[in-house]
């Protein structure tokens, strides 16, 4: 992982003197998740006055939060929920905009705000529509306007959805925690009211068990690291040639190796007979294994463009085919004390190449999207089994894969967001933690992006 010197400097003393003097970008230390710390460190205020924001602040109240509806104009606070739920026209916007405005200055660093607001194509109304949609422009504003490793990111209700629909408990709890800390300007939908709220939040994934592919370093381990911390048992899957980093992360997490080419015709059921003969159970499978080989379009050979198409997109679809035909993994069970039901979860990475392009990854890219196609064309079959498949699309992280871009490119790529830094494997980990969580059960097809809001494309 390359150093990102300019980052430790800007947060010396004199570094902070030096950046603002100049005008420089000036990149915060974000807060990150720890199960110890507080969810949030402060008082929170929710803005609106629905019944969606009753239930919101009544939930934040049952983790102990500090909630307030108003604050005195000069206390400091750590986030701002505001609920939109209820906008008709354009200028329904202005109450809660304009409040949430005048608290943006009393805001402390790693701060948050997240707005709540039904699905704009819930409403044929034009109006209704325009003012939903109006949500999602002031908050990817907002999150660009956002100072010190703060964010700003909104949650969508489904049209009908009951505000005390677990999703979007525990939306608000990724976004407000430190394990969202690299997710700015981005969007969450909760779509249905599966799901549940685990009984312990510092191990959400309790019982489960967790297959992650290319999890010999890199996303992969810190995948393979953090679902452990949440309480899976996990099996670090990658190739053979990387067996001896392999075994170094299984043990670190305690799981059980397995080594294998993904894009093997058998991949999927070898992955099946591992998790049968171990644990005699598979909840969570993590796509990350993928491969770069860039060249302009140009330059492009058979070979190049084929093995990226296998490894990065072709080999999910195949192991996926496999994965839902199972009786084994494909299954609903019983959780929570309200009778609800949890399905498998399946998380896949993207990248935000596959969303805006990039120069000399057309194979790559193409292979990105189609991750992001095959997420919300898969999502109807999980949904029947109560089960998710969803996306996240990570920007610019530093890994092995981003420490060989030369210096000055990983310089500037690095800058080119609204938290002026790169993101950290665990960053990504964090979200697709979340995406595998019980609480996160009423959100699938969609694709999450892990990026500090890049400036480079959507
Ligand atoms: P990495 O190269 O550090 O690690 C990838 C791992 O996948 C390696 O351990 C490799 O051995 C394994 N792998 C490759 N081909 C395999 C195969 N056929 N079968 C089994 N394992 C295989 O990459 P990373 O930076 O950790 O990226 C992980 C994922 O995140 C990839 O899908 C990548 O495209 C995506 N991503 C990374 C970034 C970034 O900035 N690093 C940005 C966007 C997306």
Known sequence: MAKDTYTEFANTPLGKRLTKSLGLPQPAKLRRYSPQAPLIPGT????????????????????????????????????????FDTVATPGDLSQVTLELGGLLKQLGSSSRVITVYRDPAGTE????????????????SLAHEMRAG???NGIILEENLDAAAPGIAGALRFLLSGRSAFVSGQFITVSSVNGSLPADWSRPLEGQVAVVTGAARGIGASIARILHR?????????????????AQVTNEVSGTALQLDITAA?????ILDHAEQHYGRLDIVVHNAGITRDKLLANMDPARWESVIAVNIESQLRMNKIFLASEFFSRSEPIGPDGGSSGPRIV?????????????QTNYAASKSGVIGMVSATSAQLQARHGTINAVAPGFIETEMTAKIPFATREVARRLNSLNQGGRPEDVAETIA???????????GLTLRVCGQNLVGA
Do not use: Y
Request: aromatic share 2%.
């Open 44 to 83: 929170v205020v929710v803005l609106g006055d629905s019944a969606a924001s009753e239930a919101i602040a009544q939930q934040l109240l049952s983790w102990d939060v500090d909630v307030r509806r108003h604050v005195g104009a000069k206390e400091k606070i750590a986030a701002v929920v505001a609920v």
């Open 125 to 140: 109304d034009p109006a209704a529509r325009a003012a939903r949609k109006g949500v999602e422009g002031l908050t990817r």
């Open 150 to 152: 703060g964010t700003a």
């Open 230 to 246: 949440d309480g899976a048992q996990v099996i670090p899957v990658d190739i053979p040639a990387a067996g001896e980093q392999l």
């Open 266 to 270: 058998d991949a999927g059921q070898r």
């Open 348 to 360: 896949s990475l993207a990248s935000t190449s596959g969303i805006a392009g990039n120069r000399g």
């Open 434 to 444: 979340f995406l595998a969580s019980p609480a996160a059960g009423g959100t699938s």
